[in-house]
């Protein structure tokens, strides 16, 4: 069964520090691997996207890593602000189809408290 | 600036009742695509467009309906709104200029639409 994991479910961090969430996967075949950025009361915003053959890609504070041979990929924040605040979704696509379908995580809620 | 709208943004209504959310883009992406999400969960494909007078239902079963008389407008209908309706619906679209240097399609969402039906 295709699956998107993720974790931490949750994470509270200070203002300045730095953290990293984690996204495993079970599709395949595999096409890319994307993390989007949710607001509360809003539609995510791409930050990465990568594909099998990238092992890193970096959006500012944002550097997301991928290691398709243990089907995992993490995001690291760098010197987090209070802005970071948001739900962190990883969304895995397939080659399945013209489209490739997209595969969900539930994301990770991330809170910066000053 | 292109970009991709949603409204209403909130709407609170009774049990029967009709409903439409509208959904716009100024990208000329050819394909739209409809979600619904819960919260703590994942997104849900409910309905999808490939271009005009295309639409097809998602992973999602979904008692909502969908036109493409154009190619920037997506709208979802309700035609007897229910408590289990209650979710937020979010719109996206993908497709040129927006496709990576690696082909893949990446989603443009709109701010979303918070349904409550009482």
């Known amino acids: 069964k295709n699956q998107v994991e993720q974790s931490p479910q949750s994470l509270i961090i200070l203002e300045g520090k730095n953290c990293t969430l984690q996204?495993?996967?079970?599709?395949?075949?595999?096409?890319?691997l994307r993390w989007y950025k949710q607001d509360t009361g809003r539609g995510p915003v791409s930050l990465t996207i990568m594909t099998f053959s990238e092992n890193t890609k970096s959006n500012g504070r944002y550097t997301a890593t991928l290691d398709a041979d243990t089907k995992q990929s993490s995001l690291h924040i760098t010197a987090s602000q209070l802005s970071d605040s948001a739900s962190y979704i990883c969304v895995v696509s397939d080659r399945g189809s013209t489209l490739g379908r997209l595969y969900f995580g539930r994301g990770t809620q991330l809170t910066v408290w000053p | 600036e292109a970009d991709i709208y949603q409204t209403p943004r909130y709407l609170v209504i009774g049990t029967g009742k009709k409903i439409t959310l509208e959904c716009s883009q100024t990208m000329g992406h050819d394909k739209m695509y409809w979600y619904q999400q819960d919260p703590g969960m994942e997104l849900h494909l409910i309905h999808y467009?490939?271009?005009?007078?295309?639409?097809e239902k998602g992973d999602l079963s979904s008692e909502s309906t969908v036109s493409r008389i154009r190619t920037e407008h997506f709208p979802l209908t309700l035609e007897s709104a229910r408590p289990s309706h209650t979710s937020q619906y979010l719109c996206a679209s993908s497709g040129f200029p927006g496709r990576t240097p690696s082909g893949a399609n990446v989603l443009t969402f709109g701010a979303g639409s918070r349904l409550t039906v009482l």
């Open positions: 467009s490939y271009g005009v007078n295309s639409t």
């Open positions: 996204c495993n996967y079970t599709v395949s075949p595999f096409s890319n």
